[in-house]
């Protein structure tokens, strides 16, 4: 019995330590897994990358600072962004109306600049002074513009520096879908000319001859209808339309912001206005005694001299029947 109890001990020594390897032995390997995994999910890891972004202000030169300064420039528009990024067919059109105090230097810089853009002047007009009236501020010029549709914004948005813009509007219409249309049935009489060319070629009687040679008169008058309107239609795509409209005047003024008066100024306001009110009521009276006074210079020397005739009349009446009463008696 002590041999086998002696035995017992000896094999649960060995089992304790096998046991202790093996779980240093687990240890290990489950750090070095653990410590290899990090890099590992470190090296999948997307890169961030930080987004810059650049300023789109432009310099004004001085020479622009020169020409806004001439045509009474007064402050900055909203910029204008009308460009598609879908391959579409848009006819962009637009009015501008612009105030400035030197008409001919305006009008000379936007065209200028429409020339510079690749566009021409497609109409002008030019209403107001004349030689014989050349201090009037009245003048207004219209002009229509066309700028390829890849500088149409670039144009807007340059409105303001040949004088304050007053009014503004852009228009986008989508002719995509006509186009297209447009191009299917050009198409198929394309197709449907080819054939009646191969027919005539086989036709035989004078009457299908004749027959075949109108149809292909037909079919070659809405072929070239149809060219025409798609070409209409890429000039308006490739090239913006712009009605400006130039006035001149003595001074721009800007609107200022309505602000709510307080009761003071209320009042002075109600008795400014009521002495206005009163002057303008004085300024009439004058003017209407100055417009009646050559009549009265005539008709107070005729209302004198009836008021005497009137008078001795009565007098001489008065002493006829004085002298018929002293007769009777």
């Known amino acids: 019995m002590k041999k086998w109890g002696n035995q017992f001990k000896k094999l649960m020594f060995v089992v304790g ?19 290899a995994a990090v890099p590992a ?7 961030q990358e930080e987004a810059t972004y650049t300023s789109n202000e432009s310099s004004v030169t001085s020479e622009e600072k020169a020409v806004q300064d001439a045509a009474g420039y007064t402050g900055e528009n909203p910029k204008v962004n009308t460009t598609s990024t879908y391959n579409r067919k848009v006819i962009k059109t637009g009015n501008m109306e612009i105030q400035t105090e030197h008409f001919g230097q305006t009008v000379e810089s936007l065209t200028n600049c429409v020339i510079s853009l690749g566009g ?36 807007v948005n340059r409105g303001s520096e040949f004088g304050n813009v007053s009014y503004l509007s852009c228009n986008s219409e989508d002719v ?3 186009y297209v249309d447009t191009e299917i049935r050009l198409k198929t009489l394309k197709a449907r000319y080819d054939r009646l060319l191969k027919l005539l070629e086989k ?36 090239m913006g339309t712009l ?23 209320q009042v002075e306001e109600v008795f400014k206005g009521s002495m206005n009110t009163l002057m303008e009521i004085g300024k009439g009276l004058i003017i209407l005694v100055t417009g009646l006074l050559p009549f ?6 005729v209302i004198l001299i ?22 009777e008696e």
């Open 296 to 301: 009265v210079v005539i008709i107070i020397p």
């Open 203 to 238: 036709s035989g009687t004078l009457q299908e001859l004749f027959e075949l040679e109108q149809e292909v008169s037909n079919v070659t008058y809405e072929i070239e209808n149809l060219s025409g309107t798609l070409q209409h239609y890429d000039a308006l795509v490739d």
């Open 17 to 35: 330590i096998s046991s202790m390897v093996l779980a240093n032995g687990c240890g290990s390997s489950k750090s070095a897994s653990e410590t």
């Open 120 to 155: 021409y002047i497609e109409s002008s007009n030019i209403q107001g002074s004349s030689f014989y009236n050349r201090d009037s501020n009245n003048r207004t010029a219209t002009l229509t513009v066309r700028v390829p549709q890849a500088q149409f914004d670039v144009f």
């Open 41 to 47: 999910e470190n090296a999948y890891a997307a890169p």
């Open 176 to 178: 995509t879908s006509a």
């Open 306 to 327: 009836g008021v005497n005739l009137y008078k001795r009349n009565n007098k001489k009446k008065r002493t006829l029947e004085k002298n018929e009463e002293e007769n």
């Open 243 to 265: 009605s400006i409209q130039v006035q001149e005047v003595k001074e721009i003024v800007v609107e200022e912001e309505e602000v709510d008066p307080t009761f003071g100024k």
